[in-house]
């Protein structure tokens, strides 16, 4: 059976300082991220045994965690790429007219995807992600690991904004850390899965 691993980063825990201290880095790839990728192994485990004994009181619950564990594996799998040492500025070509077009500009959907992320209640994501039906980008929510727009919408640039991810370095100033992550964006990743996602839509 083939199972979920924990991606390697490309990048030295150190190399988003300007983001994140090493320390925070370390510890949210290696033991936050992991805890996801165990959870999700586990857990498919678990609906397998189910299956072969025809025993499925406990499949909601065992749904609902498997979707948990491997949400959170996903949502972190992007956000590691999603950054890099060389990052910040702006987007260029189609990425950025698609940001005018459905969000305004580059400063109104900035504003949204920080706004979105900082008023999180409790924990979460910010997401900007592609919306197939409609050919758009949209800015979502995502609390927990559970996204607040409809099911369709692929992921292009995602913030954590769950306390592990900030909470060592900028306490609870949630929209500092928001602000610095700007500086790591590697929009060159956020493009290429606007690319994608544009093409599996199509």
Do not use: C
């Amino acid at each position: 059976m083939s199972v979920y691993t924990l991606p390697d980063l490309e990048y030295d825990y150190d190399a988003l300082r300007t983001a994140m201290t090493g320390e925070i880095l370390e510890l949210h790839h290696s033991k936050h991220h992991a805890t996801y990728v165990k959870g999700a192994n586990a857990t498919l485990e678990k609906i397998d045994e189910a299956r072969e004994n025809g025993d499925f009181s406990g499949l909601v619950g065992l749904q609902k965690t498997y979707a948990f564990n491997l949400s959170g594996h996903v949502l972190h799998s992007i956000f590691w790429k999603n950054l890099s040492p060389d990052g910040g500025g702006r987007p260029e070509g189609e990425l950025a007219a698609a940001i005018d077009e459905h969000l305004g500009s580059f400063e109104a959907f900035s504003k949204q995807l920080s706004a979105a992320t900082v008023g999180v209640q409790g924990s979460g994501w910010g997401v900007l992600s592609y919306e197939p039906l409609s050919q758009r980008l949209v800015v979502e929510q995502v609390y927990d690991h559970h996204g607040n727009v409809g099911q369709n919408a692929t992921p292009l640039l995602v913030f954590d904004a769950w306390e592990h991810a900030y909470y060592l370095q900028y306490r609870n100033v949630r929209p500092d850390y928001v602000e610095r992550l700007w500086d790591v964006v590697d929009w060159r990743d956020v493009s290429r899965r606007f690319d994608e996602a544009r093409g599996a839509a199509s």
